[in-house]
Structure formats: C-alpha cells, structure tokens
C-alpha cells in the first residue's frame, strides 16, 4: 500500500479503491470555491518522502476538533504524530502550516468503510484560533432531517475524475449535490449488482448524495456534506466511499452524522446537557 501510495505523488487521493468506470467519472458542476467559503474545511496530511501529502478531507467542529472518515487513518494505529492538519487553504499546500495532532478516536464500530461507522475523531495538540476563514461547522441535533429538496454541497481537493488528481495549484473545490432518499439509494445500488435486493447495500447510517456527473471522488474522503438548514449550514454527512465517481447508478455515500452525533458530542462537549452535574 505504501508503495501505492509513493507512486501517486504528489497530490494523492485516500487509499479506498475506485473502481474505474470505462470514461472515467467527472466531478462535474463543481467549482472553485471561493476564498473564505467553507471556513471549516481542513485537508489531513500525512508524511511521504519528506512531505505533508493531502490524504483526506476533513471538518473543523470545535476549536479543538477534526472530524473525518476512520478510513483515512485507520492504519495509524493510534501514532499521532504520522498526520497533520492544516486549516482552511485556498490553494492545497501554500504557505502550509501545520496543526499537530494529540489524539486520533476511531468509531468503536468501525470495521471496514463499506459496513459504515466511517468516522474519526481528530484532537488537535491546541486550539485553533477562529478567524473569518477558519470557522467551525455545526454539527445537526439527532432529529434533524435531511430531505431530498434541500440545498447541500461537498467541498474538497479529491480527483476531479475517476483516477484523474486535481492540477496545480490545487484549489478547493465545491459541488452542490442532490440528497437522494435512503432505500432509493439503496434501489440504484442495487442495479447491475448481483446483491440481492433482500440484502441492504446501503445501510440506515450512511447518507447518499449525488447524480450522474456530480458527486465527491477520492481524496475527498473524510471531508464534509453540509446542507441548509434555514440561514445556517449543518454537517449532514463525511464522505465515506462510493463505486467510482458519477456513475450512474452509483451515488456517494456518506458517513450520516445524526447517527453519530451523540458519540461525537460525548467527546467533543463532555459537559453539556446530556450530563448535567445537578439536577
Ligand atoms: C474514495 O475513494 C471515494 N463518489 C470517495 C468518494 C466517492 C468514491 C470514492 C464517492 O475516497
């Protein structure tokens, strides 16, 4: 895997296998974000050949707080000092400046990115000053719900095409993507597979996303879905895996966070109302 992972320097996507599609999916209707949008995006590093290479997406939702994809750093068995962060950056590794890490906490549930439970939790060493263009994204309450007519973007420096990286001088990009409902995700899975219907691809914690021609791809991995809910953004999802890029029949799918937000908030405000100390 290592070797793998020398050979696709300098730019590299995360390490979940994309299954090529005969054209080549596009991350199309994506753009360039704009500076500032996306203030909580954060690009995971980890070290190859001397540099701090882009692995995965990720999202700011505390000051000292990384949210991510366990299969971005599941082989790191627990060593923290084998990734970085850097915060919000226009253009992937200008002017970096890296963000150690202290702690890295896998979902106790995690097993493989297909079986869901794809999600990490990354402790930063300190606290990350907030600015204009570093900001946290608010994680949703466990009752809210995502519904297909609401407006909900993936951001992230991940191939722009199936097995194709993004050029110099890698801007951040950003896709609006439809939420589809679950068991009509769970249906497309299901065309030209030989699973029977009986048996769920796409199980109640994931969320999918995405239309032909427009969805996250490798290296996105770990970063956020967020969508509108009134006049503020909520973190709806992580991008987690999906078969190929844009293909039809094959939506992303999405680590959804109101299945987690609970273990999330248990860390990340262990003295909030869940556990009131009187009364
Ligand atoms: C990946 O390999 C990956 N199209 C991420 C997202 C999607 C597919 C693959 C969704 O990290």
């Not at 290592?2 to 050979?7: G, N, S, T």
């Not at 299954?19 to 190859?48: D, H």
Request: hydrophobic share 35%; glycine share 10%.
């Amino acid at each position: 895997m290592i070797c793998l992972l020398l050979l696709t320097l300098p730019l590299l996507g995360n390490s979940v296998p994309v299954i090529q599609g005969k054209k080549g999916a596009k991350i199309v209707g994506g753009n360039e974000a704009k500076e500032g949008e996306w203030p909580w995006q954060v690009s995971l590093r980890a070290k190859f050949g001397g540099y701090w290479i882009h692995i995965c997406g990720g999202s700011l939702i505390h000051p000292s707080w990384i949210l991510t994809a366990a299969h971005c750093v599941e082989s790191a068995q627990m060593d923290t000092s084998r990734y970085m962060i850097q915060l919000r950056q226009q253009n992937l590794y200008e002017d970096d400046e890296l963000v150690p890490l202290e702690k890295i906490i896998i979902h106790p549930e995690y097993d493989h990115y297909m079986a869901g439970s794809d999600l990490a939790l990354l402790k930063l060493q300190c606290p990350v000053q907030l600015t204009n263009t570093i900001q946290t994204i608010t994680l949703p309450e466990v009752s809210q719900i995502f519904t297909p007519d609401m407006e909900c973007w993936v951001t992230g420096w991940g191939n722009i095409k199936t097995g194709v990286h993004l050029p110099p001088p890698y801007t951040l990009r950003q896709v609006q993507v439809p939420l589809l409902d679950a068991q009509k995700c769970d249906e497309e899975y299901h065309v030209g597979a030989y699973t029977s219907s009986s048996v769920k691809i796409i199980t109640d914690d994931m969320l999918c996303a995405g239309k032909p021609n427009v969805d996250s791809c490798q290296g996105d991995s770990g970063g956020p879905l967020v969508c509108k809910v009134g006049d503020s953004w909520k973190q709806a999802g992580v991008v987690s895996w999906g078969l190929g890029c844009g293909l039809p029949h094959r939506p992303g799918i999405y680590t959804r966070v109101t299945s987690y937000v609970d273990w999330i908030n248990k860390y990340i405000s262990p003295c909030s109302s869940a556990n009131p100390a009187r009364g």
